[in-house]
T-cell receptor, first 114, second 114 residues
Framework: AQSVTQLGSHVSVSEGALVLLRCNYS??????LFWYVQYPNQGLQLLLK??????LVKGINGFEAEFKKSETSFHLTKPSAHMSDAAEYFC????????????FGSGTRLLVRP | DSGVTQTPKHLITATGQRVTLRCSPR?????VYWYQQSLDQGLQFLIQ???????AKGNILERFSAQQFPDLHSELNLSSLELGDSALYFC?????????????FGPGTRLTVL
């Protein structure tokens, strides 16, 4: 069964600092991977997705993620954090059954200090 | 705005009651997914419909049911409600039910069972 693990339920960075949110996946075949962001009292918004076209994926709001098969990782990064980046971030994998439902990690709450 | 609408935004009800949550997918999307987000279980897939037919079931209780209508909107029915059913319920839609297809999430319905 496919799964994703997000290391760190909370990550705190200073404004302007590098953001690194970790995600490791478990899959016997190349997966389709996603990062979603959830702002308070809102739904989930897609940041980026990996579908095997390129290992470095650029998303919205300056975020990017690199797929590393050797490390089974898909970490999310942003060079310089903004206060507006404070939110909860979810890594997800597309299941391989007929539904292609998303299997989510437990989420990482990003706190940005002024 | 993802283009997915959900009503109502908030719902407060009592144990033992029945409620209906409604979702309208993005124009042109045939696939609708329902997810439950709770503090203890995280984001969990409940059920998926594709073009009016049930495609897959996840961790959905027998007390819960759903359907997708000819106009492609979907309803999630929750009956004999328990305190533990209190959660955020999201609907997501995608063009098709294929791997790698982006799912667009609605703003959610927050259900509180007292």
């Amino acid at each position: 069964a496919q799964s994703v693990t997000q290391l760190g339920s909370h990550v705190s960075v200073s404004e302007g600092a590098l953001v690194l949110l970790r995600c490791n996946y478990s899959s016997s075949v190349p997966p389709y991977l996603f990062w979603y962001v959830q702002y308070p009292n809102q739904g989930l918004q897609l940041l980026l997705k990996y579908t095997s076209a390129a290992t470095l994926v650029k998303g919205i709001n300056g975020f990017e993620a690199e797929f590393k098969k050797s490390e089974t990782s898909f970490h999310l990064t942003k060079p310089s954090a903004h206060m507006s980046d404070a939110a909860e971030y979810f890594c997800a994998v597309s299941d391989r059954d007929s539904s292609y439902k998303l299997i989510f990690g437990s989420g990482t709450r990003l706190l940005v200090r002024p | 705005d993802s283009g997915v609408t959900q009503t109502p935004k908030h719902l407060i009800t009592a144990t033992g009651q029945r409620v209906t949550l409604r979702c309208s997918p993005r124009s042109g999307d045939l696939s609708v997914y329902w997810y439950q987000q709770s503090l203890d279980q995280g984001l969990q897939f409940l059920i998926q419909y594709y073009n009016g037919e049930e495609r897959a079931k996840g961790n959905i209780l027998e007390r819960f049911s759903a359907q997708q209508f000819p106009d492609l909107h979907s309803e999630l029915n929750l009956s004999s409600l328990e305190l533990g059913d209190s959660a955020l319920y999201f609907c997501a839609s995608s063009v098709a039910a294929g791997e790698g297809n982006e799912q667009f999430f609605g703003p959610g319905t927050r259900l509180t069972v007292l």
